[in-house]
């Protein structure tokens, strides 16, 4: 079928098909369908397009009216919690406080894999201390979630899903609150860990800059529906690039370029 393969064998490709959603009677979620199979897939588009929706639903909070969801070939709504926590791990960008301790709260990630009494050992800990110090945060382990800034609780999430080493993390602006350094060095990390584990995600975020820069694949999404889907490696992939962002933003979204350097510019009109 020609899926992906980890080291494991398991096939990882993430597709939707014919997806759609209601929610309060509405129709969120219309008829959508992509495939995702590259480490990192970004999802672009203006607020109240439907990116945090469509998110929640790969990650099991919402059960579309229609459609299928699979990863790895298998329809993620069959799947056992514990199933599908083993393909899908889930960082949300609305990061709750709880009364635990951070590093608790990480090592709840190794939960798809012990038994119903067991309790988490001492590898469980000492990947979940390594996953916060990878994210610059192991300081953080002591204290108590309810006590950290929301940016920092964004991290944590992030932190509790690698450590649940999901074939895909599902990702809700994770890059949001950082300043303008501390998103690359978000982005360089995580790629990084997608290459280093054969680990792939897919997130939203609102920087199209960022998303040229970074992501593998970028998916379009305007009003509940995917506009075009590109990947990195196609041939004409910045022609594509340059007609979604005019498609989403209008024609004052556009590419300069210097070399092999490119960067998405606002090109409106000038204001005094």
């Given at each position: 079928?020609?899926?992906?393969?980890?080291?494991?064998?398991?096939?990882?490709?993430?597709?939707?098909?014919?997806?759609?959603?209601?929610?309060?009677?509405?129709?969120?979620?219309?008829?959508?369908?992509?495939?995702?199979?590259?480490?990192?897939?970004?999802?672009?588009g203006?607020?109240?397009?439907?990116?945090t929706?469509?998110?929640?639903?790969?990650?099991?909070?919402?059960?579309?009216?229609?459609?299928?969801?699979?990863?790895?070939?298998?329809?993620?709504?069959?799947?056992?919690?514990?199933?599908?926590?083993?393909?899908?791990?889930?960082?949300?960008?609305?990061?709750?406080?709880?009364?635990?301790l951070?590093?608790?709260?990480?090592?709840?990630?190794?939960?798809?894999?012990?038994k119903?009494?067991?309790?988490?050992?001492?590898?469980?800990?000492?990947?979940?201390?390594?996953?916060?110090?990878?994210?610059?945060?192991?300081?953080?382990?002591?204290?108590h979630?309810?006590?950290?800034?929301?940016?920092?609780?964004?991290?944590?999430?992030?932190?509790?899903?690698?450590?649940?080493?999901?074939?895909?993390?599902?990702?809700?602006?994770?890059?949001?609150?950082?300043?303008f350094?501390?998103?690359?060095?978000?982005?360089?990390?995580?790629?990084?860990?997608?290459?280093?584990?054969?680990?792939?995600?897919?997130?939203?975020?609102?920087?199209?800059?960022?998303?040229?820069?970074?992501?593998?694949?970028?998916?379009?999404?305007?009003?509940?529906?995917?506009?075009?889907?590109?990947?990195?490696?196609?041939?004409?992939?910045?022609?594509?690039?340059?007609?979604?962002?005019?498609?989403?933003?209008?024609?004052?979204?556009?590419?300069?370029?210097?070399?092999?350097?490119?960067?998405?510019?606002?090109?409106?009109?000038?204001?005094?």
């Amino acid at each position: 079928s020609g899926l992906l393969q980890t080291e494991g064998g398991m096939a990882v490709k993430l597709e939707a098909d014919n997806l759609s959603l209601q929610l309060g009677g509405r129709e969120i979620l219309k008829e959508i369908s992509f495939t995702a199979e590259d480490p990192l897939t970004i999802i672009l588009g203006k607020n109240g397009a439907g990116k945090t929706t469509l998110l929640k639903t790969i990650a099991g909070l919402y059960t579309p009216v229609q459609g299928t969801l699979t990863a790895g070939g298998k329809n993620l709504s069959r799947l056992s919690e514990r199933e599908r926590a083993k393909l899908i791990s889930y960082a949300p960008q609305d990061c709750q406080a709880t009364d635990c301790l951070v590093l608790e709260f990480v090592v709840m990630g190794r939960n798809p894999y012990l038994k119903f009494w067991q309790m988490p050992g001492k590898k469980d800990y000492e990947d979940s201390k390594s996953a916060l110090d990878e994210l610059g945060i192991l300081s953080l382990a002591g204290r108590h979630m309810n006590e950290l800034s929301g940016g920092e609780r964004r991290l944590c999430y992030l932190a509790r899903a690698r450590v649940q080493k999901a074939e895909w993390m599902i990702l809700d602006e994770p890059e949001s609150g950082l300043d303008f350094a501390k998103r690359h060095e978000f982005f360089g990390q995580l790629k990084e860990y997608l290459k280093k584990n054969k680990k792939y995600a897919i997130m939203s975020i609102h920087d199209p800059t960022l998303a040229d820069v970074y992501g593998d694949g970028i998916l379009f999404m305007e009003e509940g529906r995917i506009l075009a889907g590109i990947r990195k490696n196609d041939k004409d992939y910045e022609t594509q690039l340059a007609h979604g962002l005019k498609r989403l933003y209008g024609p004052g979204a556009g590419l300069i370029k210097d070399g092999t350097n490119r960067a998405v510019v606002w090109r409106g009109e000038t204001l005094c």
